[in-house]
């Protein structure tokens, strides 16, 4: 998959490209909330479809950490716990269920008199 610059990379990615290829790769890091969080929902756009790639190219469960690790670094940013975020996805299923019975709905049309 083709990268688009400038990108969000992990922490580590500058070091990791100075040791392999023997130079320092230009970057800046993001001190503005709000441009981080622009970068990281573009982020994790970038990484749904990787992981939709994935299923061809067999590295799954590397894009669903890459995910994971995405909304683990969103839920602080944008003030709110694990805890709260996880009890209303319980409240939701509880309401609205899971997608454990793979229902794909069709456009809802009200049917013609």
Do not use: C
Not at 3 to 18: A, H, Q
Not at 58 to 77: R, Y
């Amino acid at each position: 998959m083709e990268s688009e610059y400038p990108k969000l990379v992990r922490d580590n990615i500058p070091d990791i490209i100075k040791e392999k290829e023997g130079f320092e790769p230009s970057y800046r890091v993001l001190e503005d909330d709000m441009e981080f969080l622009e970068a990281l929902l573009k982020k994790a756009t970038e990484e749904a479809a990787e992981l939709q790639s994935s299923l061809e190219t067999g590295n799954t469960e590397e894009e669903l950490a890459d995910l994971l690790e995405i909304i683990d670094t969103l839920i602080p940013l944008l003030g709110k716990s694990a805890e709260d975020i996880r009890a209303i996805q319980r409240e939701k299923h509880e309401k609205r269920g899971g997608f454990e019975k793979r229902i794909l709905m069709d456009e809802p049309r009200k049917p013609q008199n």
